[in-house]
Nanobody
């Protein structure tokens, strides 16, 4: 069974940092684009960041640019989140797809999500 699994979520005060990890099992995602999305209560799922396998090119939503960094650590994809704000509170999902996109529908595989809560 192909699975993606996120870890590293939690509760942090505004201005703090968290590091999310996404691990794959069941298959290799070599060559895939790895994306991070988030969904806050009552809101649609939104793009956060993406990382290509070839060239390690990164893409970020304007809301997180300069604060979040997506990278690869061996077989895991990580999302380093600094200077967190209360509006970053959401369930964060990692996803794998074959094209770079800010649209969640373009991604074929999804993790179960991890909660990030930023208190003011």
């Amino acid at each position: 069974q192909v699975q993606l699994g996120e870890s590293g979520g939690g509760l942090v005060q505004a201005g703090g940092s968290l590091r999310l990890s996404c691990a794959a099992s069941g298959r290799s995602f070599r060559g895939y684009v790895m994306g991070w999305f988030r969904q806050a209560p009552g809101k649609e799922r939104e793009f956060v960041a993406a990382l290509t396998w070839i060239g390690d090119t990164t893409y970020y939503a304007d809301a997180v640019k300069g604060r979040f960094t997506v990278s690869r650590d061996n077989a895991k994809t990580t999302l380093q989140m600094n200077s967190l704000k209360p509006e970053d509170t959401a369930v964060y999902y990692c996803a794998a797809g074959t094209v770079v996109s800010t649209h969640s529908t373009e991604y074929d595989y999804w993790g179960q999500g991890t909660q990030v809560t930023v208190s003011s």
